[in-house]
Structures are given as structure tokens and as C-alpha cells.
């Protein structure tokens, strides 16, 4: 019997002295207290407490945290808007007793302050300018839980809005108005391509008829060079300007009806002024056609002449 007391004392006596050894994780701090009062703080690594004396109180991790929360609050024009902002915080080394026994529930007192700051700074911005100023709000979160948190041995490292919801129905409001935007400018866009479009095509269209009229001058200076060396050679055999003139008119319409007697489908109709008129214009290109001929067997002649030589 005494044999199993003595065993007894024996495994009680280990199991005390292992519990007086402890470790402590890296980035994580812990609160010895000794009788229920504050004792020491003690950092990672391997550790020695007096059994049944000290306890280990609590442990506070000194990591970057990060708290999410999410305000619902009235912007200046009246609109309901959602932000989700993100605080990121860490327990300072030098003050872990202030985090430990000043506040219960750190998360609750920091969410406190964001709602203050948030529901303070929003009501006086646009909803446009929310999106725009977010940084702003960002900024005033951080100063104020600066001020509010470092007494409490909190570190606030660096607070963002990661997320700005309105109402869907302002969502929607905001889509067709960007919308309606983007077709205005596209329509104006359109509007210019069409006018220079318009414009080019007109300069196109003045250029060719310049160049058509230039053709047309230079065609009928040809015509007028042409029937000037015409008359020129007529003179030389002994035809005046005015006979010399009625030949080529005669000429020219005889091929003017030989090329409408070329197509199968053409239609010609040849109305006089009056019979009198017609029978002088017949008489005339007669008499036209005979100088023609006659010219032509002078100048047959002329060249048989000149063989001859």
C-alpha cells in the first residue's frame, strides 16, 4: 500500500514539474500571471513558471490582423450605399498588457470607430465622389483609430475600402447613364465620319469634273488643231476656207452615219426646219460630196505628177 502511494507521489510530482515548462509560439506573446495577478509577459521560446503559482493567462498573437466590416449608410444625394472596409492592425510588442486587460473584444471596439468615421465622412460626398474620394475615407478610418486604438496597445497598419455598393436600382440608373454616354459619343463619331466622308466625296467629284472638263478642252483643242491643218492642206490644192469648211462638215456627218449604222438598235430621225430648208441642206451637202470628189481626183492627180518627176 505503501509502495502504491509512493508511486502515486512519484507520477504527481512529474506531472507538476512538466507543467512548469511551456513554449511560446513565434509572433505570439503570453500573460503569466502569478495568484491572479499580472506577472510578466513572455516572448516565443521555451519557458519556466512556478507550478500551482503562475499561470498562463491568455496568449495574444502579434501577427498583422485584418477585420472586415461592412457600413450601410446615405450618401450627401440621398443615396444608400454599402462600403466594406478592411482595417489591418497588430498588437504593439511594448504593450501587450494595455491589449490584454484594457479592452475585451478588440474587434468590437475597432468596428465602433469605423462606423463613426464612416457614417461621419460619407453623408457629406456625392455618391460619384465616394467612388472617387475612397482613399479619403480610408485615410480619415486610420487617423481616427490611430488616435483611438494606440492607448489600447493597438497598432492600426493600414485601413482600405475595398468595396463601394449602392442600391441595384442606382446601379442600373448609373449603367443606362454611362450608357446613354457612350452612345452620344459614338453617334458624334459617326456623325464626323460621315461629314468627311460627304466632304471627300465632293472633293472627289469637283476633282473629276475638273479633270473631265480639262479632257474636254484639250479633246476639242485637238479637234480645232486638227481641222486647222485640215483646212491648211485644202488650201494648198486650191480649195477656200469656205468650201474647205463645208468638206469636212460633209465628211463629219457621213461618219456620224456610219457609226449609227453600226448598231442594229439605233434610231435616227432627221427633222428639217422646213422642205425648203431640207432641200437646201440636201443640195448643199450634194454639192459638198461632188467638191470632195473633185478635190480628191486632183489630189490623185498632183501625186501622179509628182511620181512622174
Same mark, same amino acid.
Given at each position: ?15 507538476? #514539474? ?5 513554449? +511560446? ?9 502569478? #495568484? ?16 500551482? !503559482? %503562475? ?7 502579434? $501577427? ?16 444608400? @450605399?454599402? =462600403?466594406? @472596409?478592411? !482595417? ?14 484594457? =479592452? ?9 470607430? !469605423? ?11 456625392? =455618391?460619384?465622389? !465616394? ?19 494606440? %492607448?489600447? /496597445? ?12 449602392? %442600391?441595384?436600382? @442606382? $446601379? ?28 471627300? $466625296?465632293? $472633293? ?21 488643231? /486638227? ?9 494648198? @490644192? ?11 462638215? +460633209? ?5 456620224? =452615219?456610219?457609226?449609227? /449604222? ?48
Amino acid at each position: 500500500m505503501g509502495q502504491f502511494f509512493l508511486i502515486l507521489l512519484v507520477f504527481f510530482g512529474l506531472l507538476i #514539474f512538466i507543467s512548469a515548462f511551456f513554449i +511560446v509560439k513565434q509572433q505570439t506573446a503570453a500573460i503569466i500571471e502569478r #495568484f491572479g495577478k499580472f506577472h510578466s509577459v513572455r516572448q516565443a521560446g521555451l519557458h519556466l513558471k512556478i507550478p500551482l !503559482v %503562475d499561470r498562463i493567462s491568455g496568449r495574444l498573437s502579434l $501577427k498583422i490582423q485584418q477585420l472586415d466590416v461592412i457600413i450601410e449608410t446615405k450618401t450627401l444625394d440621398d443615396v444608400f @450605399v454599402r =462600403l466594406k @472596409v478592411s !482595417v489591418q492592425f497588430k498588437v504593439i510588442m511594448l504593450k501587450v498588457y494595455d491589449a490584454f486587460y484594457k =479592452l475585451d473584444y478588440a474587434h468590437d471596439q475597432i468596428t465602433s470607430y !469605423v462606423f463613426d468615421v464612416v457614417r461621419a465622412e460619407v453623408p457629406k460626398m456625392k =455618391l460619384d465622389d !465616394v467612388f472617387v474620394k475612397k482613399d479619403d475615407i480610408a485615410i480619415a478610418v486610420k487617423k481616427e483609430l490611430n488616435q483611438a486604438m494606440i %492607448d489600447y /496597445g493597438y497598432d492600426i497598419i493600414k485601413t482600405l475600402v475595398t468595396d463601394i455598393d449602392p %442600391d441595384s436600382q @442606382v $446601379k442600373e440608373a448609373m449603367n443606362r447613364i454611362n450608357a446613354a454616354e457612350r452612345e452620344k459619343v459614338a453617334a458624334q463619331f459617326e456623325g464626323d465620319a460621315q461629314r468627311i466622308l460627304i466632304v471627300e $466625296k465632293a $472633293k472627289a467629284e469637283a476633282e473629276s469634273k475638273r479633270l473631265q472638263g480639262q479632257g474636254i478642252a484639250d479633246q476639242r483643242r485637238e479637234i480645232a488643231r /486638227g481641222l486647222e491643218e485640215s483646212v491648211d492642206v485644202l488650201n494648198k @490644192v486650191g480649195i477656200n476656207s469656205q468650201e474647205a469648211s463645208a468638206l469636212i462638215v +460633209v465628211t463629219q456627218h457621213y461618219d456620224t =452615219l456610219q457609226s449609227i /449604222g453600226e448598231s442594229t438598235q439605233s434610231n435616227l430621225i432627221l427633222l428639217p426646219n422646213s422642205p425648203q430648208a431640207g432641200s437646201d441642206m440636201l443640195n448643199n451637202m450634194v454639192a459638198s460630196f461632188t467638191a470632195s470628189n473633185q478635190i480628191g481626183e486632183v489630189m490623185k492627180e498632183q501625186n501622179r505628177k509628182n511620181k512622174d518627176k
